[in-house]
């Protein structure tokens, strides 16, 4: 069982930064491929960005892509996402997720059912 415990969260004005950390336990963390999602009210979670297992691959949405790095670091069992020239419609709160040892990281990481695990997710809210 792994835990998932997310931080970094919070107020920011329109074109400021934030990086999101997100610290797991349990398991052997350099096994599992990584995403960040988030959730805006009223609205559905939707995919973020995404790194796999070994740091190869990442994946964005096309929301994020160019503002938004995903990384990880397997010694200090984290991933992190860096989020640049953040938008009011970035406000969400966002969740990291955690999917066991898979191959193909594009071809399943944006859809939420196939990840296994969930931390309970941090605010992040930007003012205009």
């Known amino acids: 069982q792994v835990q998932l415990v997310e931080s970094g969260g919070g107020l920011v004005q329109a074109g400021g930064s934030l990086r999101l950390s997100c610290a797991a336990s349990g398991g052997t963390f350099s096994r599992y491929a990584m995403g960040w999602f988030r959730q805006a009210p009223g609205k559905e979670r939707e995919f973020a960005a995404a790194?796999?297992?070994?740091?190869?691959?990442?994946y964005y949405a096309d929301s994020v892509k160019g503002r938004f790095t995903i990384s990880r670091d397997n010694a200090k069992n984290t991933v992190y996402l860096q989020m640049n020239s953040l938008k009011p419609e970035d406000t969400a709160v966002y969740y990291c997720?955690?999917?066991?040892?898979?191959?193909?990281?594009?071809?399943?990481?944006?859809?939420?059912?196939?990840?296994?695990?969930w931390g309970q997710g941090t605010q992040v809210t930007v003012s205009s």
């Open positions: 790194i796999s297992w070994n740091t190869d691959s990442t």
């Open positions: 997720a955690a999917r066991y040892a898979p191959t193909g990281l594009r071809a399943w990481a944006a859809l939420s059912q196939n990840y296994d695990y």
